[in-house]
T-cell receptor
Framework: DAGVTQSPTHLIKTRGQHVTLRCSPI?????VSWYQQVLGQGPQFIFQ???????GRGNFPDRFSARQFPNYSSELNVNALLLGDSALYLC??????????????FGAGSRLTVL | GENVEQHPSTLSVQEGDSAVIKCTYSDSASNYFPWYKQELGKGPQLIID?????GEKKDQRIAVTLNKTAKHFSLHITETQPEDSAVYFC????????????FGDGTTLTVKP
């Protein structure tokens, strides 16, 4: 079975541009979370979605937005890119937001470089 | 909000020795504490987790201990092997919402052959 898949794997943008990152969760998983991992730091929570609804948002500006589709895949959008947005963006899925056995499974991430 | 601190930031051990990584958290509402291993070019992979109703959990060479009173938890790796070399992250969350975990800043473990 395929794990969490993310695309693109690498991309380079310039300041002020817009970027869209995509995530396909594990089959059967309905909850998707997005994390930003700056080099040398731990992942930082951005969004959680379940059944197409936002179920949580981290401390990120409104330039960051996301959505989840009926097939449970998800997109993360970042507008007006800044140099500080350069990071590895991780998507993680789990069957549902709650429950003791619902551990997070991460994808390999999308490496964004902003020049 | 939750704050997780992780120490040390780097750890070098000889093959066969033990490695210990420690984390502290601030939010007493947190009750789920996973540990992840991240290898170069990959996303974090869950290696072990512990919930607040348990003080210790073992899985072969890996163990995690939790002290809820002191708000700290630790990862213990025994009989380390070169393939254990990676970055390890601790995290904390509400058990019902692990999708919104707070992570430590990681420990780079190097196991020398």
């Amino acid at each position: 079975d395929a794990g969490v898949t993310q695309s693109p794997t690498h991309l380079i943008k310039t300041r002020g541009q817009h970027v869209t990152l995509r995530c396909s969760p594990i089959s059967g998983h309905k909850s998707v979370s997005w994390y930003q991992q700056v080099l040398g730091q731990g992942p930082q929570f951005i969004f959680q979605y379940y059944e197409k609804e936002e179920r949580g948002r981290g401390n990120f500006p409104d330039r960051f937005s996301a959505r989840q589709f009926p097939n449970y895949s998800s997109e993360l959008n970042v507008n007006a890119l800044l140099l500080g947005d350069s990071a590895l963006y991780l998507c993680a899925s789990r069957p549902s937001p709650g429950g003791g056995a619902n551990v997070l499974t991460f994808g390999a991430g999308s490496r964004l470089t902003v020049l | 909000g939750e704050n997780v601190e992780q120490h040390p930031s780097t750890l070098s051990v000889q093959e066969g020795d033990s490695a210990v990584i420690k984390c502290t958290y601030s939010d007493s509402a947190s009750n789920y504490f996973p540990w992840y291993k991240q290898e170069l070019g990959k996303g974090p992979q869950l290696i072990i987790d512990i919930r607040s109703n348990v003080g210790e959990k073992k899985d072969q060479r890996i163990a995690v201990t939790l002290n809820k009173t002191a708000k700290h938890f630790s990862l213990h790796i025994t009989e380390t092997q070169p393939e254990d070399s990676a970055v390890y992250f601790c995290a904390a969350s509400d058990n019902t919402n692990a999708g919104k975990s707070t992570f430590g800043d990681g420990t780079t473990l190097t196991v020398k052959p």
